[in-house]
């Protein structure tokens, strides 16, 4: 049904009149006819007849009115639903208790009037999918794995380095250390069960293993963190990584210690990544509270794998999508 001859229907029911629905309209009282008249053709019954005072409803029109309204209303929500700026800015944050999650939250307690989407996609390249779609409006992701590139249109920036601190149990020999430098984590087991292979996560922790050399055991079924916990907790031997940014709890007779990690700073380097053409006011004001609320990065040297070094194409962008060369940084003299 073609929803214009409908509005002009519904226009000429409210107004009573051929002429007054036209110039509602803004349409030429001819153009207002020629569409009621396809309707009535599409519809084979008579909606209207003209009277000495304008327009009256035949039992046909009457019994179509209810139903045209409800049309136009539901036209209105699914255009709404699309339109820049009344749909929820959609953001993909990989797990809602992760760091980015938390730079998320701190975006919707400062602008409480971006209605915001926030979902959980597994891997990068499901997520880069989901942005070319336009199922997403931005993904926060680390950037680039070994071989990758980004489709043409998708822009990233760096938003957060993001240190890693050893976790261990009160019976582990780095328990009461004040900190640990990243060399002396050879050969001990750094237990991840969710490491799972072809992620982004599991490219950056396998190039700090060839580097540093800790054992980077992934055996064993991913049960949350919480499980996770428990069991470094009741073990001398094994750890794992975790972040000052990410909310964990245990019970206090875990004594789990937190540690350090120095000389250099091992960071996860997190990006946002967005599509250059997306209108979405509000995916531009993500961007300008990023840009004024971004952590400065943690003191002394820093570690980023090697395909973290470089920009995602040619042309770095930044946080407001203006176009700036790769700069160095001071404390590695790499591209971060």
């Not at 110039?23 to 519809?43: F, G, H, W, Y």
């Not at 070319?132 to 950037?143: E, K, L, N």
């Not at 245990?250 to 000389?263: A, C, E, K, S, Y």
């Not at 943690?298 to 962008?317: C, D, F, I, N, Y």
Request: aromatic fraction near 6%.
């Amino acid at each position: 049904m073609d929803l214009k001859a409908v509005r002009a229907f519904v226009a000429i029911a409210d107004s009573g009149q051929f002429q007054k629905a036209a110039v509602d309209l803004a349409l030429t009282q001819q153009a207002v006819s020629k569409r009621i008249a396809a309707l009535e053709k599409d519809l084979g019954v008579r909606l209207l007849v003209r009277t000495p005072r304008g327009a009256e409803l035949t039992i046909d029109g009457q019994a179509l009115l209810p139903h045209a309204r409800v049309l136009l209303r539901a036209e209105e929500r699914a255009t709404a639903a699309v339109r820049p700026g009344d749909r929820a800015l959609r953001v993909d944050v990989v797990g809602r208790r992760a760091a980015t999650g938390g730079l998320v939250q701190h975006f919707h307690r400062a602008h409480p009037e971006t209605a915001l989407d926030v979902v959980t996609l597994f891997d990068v390249e499901t997520a880069v999918t989901a942005l070319r779609d336009g199922a997403v409006d931005a993904t926060f992701r680390a950037v680039t794995m070994p071989g990758q590139r980004l489709p043409d249109g998708i822009t990233a920036t760096p938003v957060l380095d993001e240190p890693l601190w050893l976790c261990v149990g009160p019976g582990h020999p780095f328990a009461r250390a004040d900190k640990v430098t990243t060399a002396q984590l050879a050969g001990h087991r750094i237990w991840m069960p969710g490491n799972v292979p072809g992620t982004e996560w599991h490219a950056y922790y396998e190039e700090l293993a060839a580097v540093f050399g800790p054992a980077i055991d992934t055996i064993g079924p991913n049960f949350g963190l919480e499980a996770l916990l428990d069991t470094i907790a009741g073990s001398p031997t094994v750890a794992t990584f975790l972040s000052e940014r990410t909310p964990h709890v245990w019970p206090v007779g875990h004594d789990l210690r937190l540690v350090p990690l120095v000389d250099p700073v091992p960071v996860y380097p997190h990006s946002l990544l967005w599509r250059t053409d997306n209108p979405h006011p509000g995916l531009a004001a993500l961007r300008d509270h990023l840009v004024a609320t971004r952590p400065r990065p943690p003191e002394g040297e820093l570690w980023r794998p090697s395909w973290a070094q470089r920009p995602p194409r040619a042309l770095l962008m930044d946080l407001r999508g203006v176009a700036t060369p790769g700069t160095h940084s001071r404390r590695t003299g790499q591209k971060p």
